[in-house]
């Protein structure tokens, strides 16, 4: 199972970056994917979740409304578009995947497969 998360780098206040999480090795369908991200010094927090098979999603509520979490099936990759940047998003982003049952879960421990992360850094 590999997760290959790309697309950070550096955005101002304000600005906007995509993310894509490629999945491998295993059945997205079957998968429920997620960002996480984590700060220096801080806990690992997730940031928004997707159903491969039904592309139902949830968000964390610091990003609700200025992030938006997608899915290609036929690529099996997920995207995480982000608006509005702040410098609070800063951060180290992580993909991650857990077999799907239909309740969407934002905590770390209930996910068993991660890719590598990818900074984002919104600084002026």
């Known amino acids: 199972v590999q997760l290959q998360a790309s697309g950070g780098g550096v955005a101002q206040p304000g600005g906007s970056l995509r993310l894509s999480c490629a999945a491998s090795?295993?059945?997205?369908?079957?998968?429920?994917i997620a960002w996480f991200r984590q700060a220096p010094g801080m806990e690992r927090e997730g940031v928004s979740t997707?159903?491969?098979?039904?592309?139902?999603?949830h968000y964390a509520y610091s990003v609700n409304g200025r992030f938006t979490i997608s899915r290609d099936s036929a690529k099996n990759t997920v995207y995480l578009q982000m608006n509005s940047l702040r410098p609070e998003d800063t951060a180290v982003y992580f993909c991650?995947?857990?077999?799907?049952?239909?309740?969407?879960?934002?905590?770390?421990?209930?996910?068993?497969?991660w890719g590598q992360g990818t900074l984002v850094t919104v600084s002026s």
């Open positions: 997707i159903s491969m098979r039904d592309g139902t999603t």
């Open positions: 991650a995947a857990r077999r799907a049952d239909g309740v969407h879960v934002l905590v770390a421990y209930d996910y068993t497969y």
């Open positions: 090795g295993f059945v997205p369908d079957n998968y429920a």
